[in-house]
């Protein structure tokens, strides 16, 4: 599935594509992830290897896909998504875990294509809703906002990590 | 997988065991469900039917999958989780999206079970963490806290929801 936009009234504007991303862009998506880790300020979080990346996007048990936005024919930014499970709708919903689009790219609609193309996802594969999770001074909460999404402020994320994950499971 | 804990120092106490729920717990699984809608103000969420649960956690395509706390030989509570996707980590975690005990049979340990049990299978599964979403208001915050979760504050979950979600898809 591949999305196009370009040549509008005459003036010649650099094409912009959303497709889905193969093995062969595994190390431009790693490249990717650390980009967005560090404007996220984030970067110590990255441990991240192109085999283990692999291994979830493409391999015999991969349930995270990629998706690669391109603009005049350059990889400028991606988004990996994967399907989540809400009880109390009874199915399944999109989750996009990453959506980046590089600095210098913003602003020309690249990004709103890409959530564009995971909406549409969505609703072809009867998911009643998309989510995502975004850290609270991150300006692109007001262009989310704008399309739509709703921010569930009276919900906290918790999370156990490695040590006190092991630690509970008595390992 | 079961696990049990029971009869302690001669004293007779109900056996709690965590089992992994049948198409036959259907029924007591939407009651769960609806019970924990209503517990978390959010009855009016609910349209789960046991066809949609019966797809999502035994279906051919099923990916979502349910534990049931039994307190005595009595079904007391409940837990779902599925696989979700860390692109930092580069591999899969384990989401708990609901964890719920009848509220005259809390206290008694056997959240803490059904927890213990989800970290097992997540580090059985190869996965670095476990996570799920709590309400501010909810007081199990603070048990989360004592077994080492952690709130991440700074995230905010948004959502994307039927109308706008296929406004943005064009649909």
């Given at each position: 599935?591949?999305?196009k936009?370009?040549?509008t009234e005459?003036r010649?504007e650099?094409v912009?594509?959303?497709r ?12 990717f ?5 560090e ?15 692999y291994e ?11 998706l690669?936005?391109?603009?005049g024919?350059e990889?400028?930014?991606?988004a990996?998504?994967f399907y989540?499970f809400?009880?109390?709708?009874g199915?399944?919903g999109l989750?996009?875990e ?7 790219k ?9 959530l ?16 995502f ?9 007001r262009?989310?906002?704008?399309i739509g999404?709703?921010?569930?402020d009276?919900?906290?994320?918790y999370?156990l990590?490695?040590e006190?994950?092991?630690a509970?499971?008595?390992?």
């Open positions: 599935m591949q999305h936009r370009g040549k005459g010649e650099p912009v594509v959303v889905e991303a193969t093995a062969g862009d595994l190390s431009l998506i790693l490249t992830i650390k980009e967005l880790a404007f996220e300020r984030l970067s110590h979080a990255v441990v991240a290897t192109e085999e283990a990346l979830s996007l493409f391999g015999d048990r991969s349930y995270a896909h990629a690669i936005g391109e603009y024919g990889p400028v930014g991606f990996v998504y989540n809400s009880t109390f709708q199915r399944h989750y996009i990453d959506i980046y689009i590089q600095p210098e913003r602003g020309l609609g690249i990004g709103k294509m890409l564009e193309h995971c909406a549409r996802i969505a609703v072809s594969a009867g998911c009643a809703r998309m989510e999770a975004v850290l609270e001074w991150n300006p692109a909460r262009f989310y906002e704008a999404a709703e921010g569930l009276d919900w906290i994320i999370r990590s490695s006190k994950l092991k509970l499971a008595g390992i």
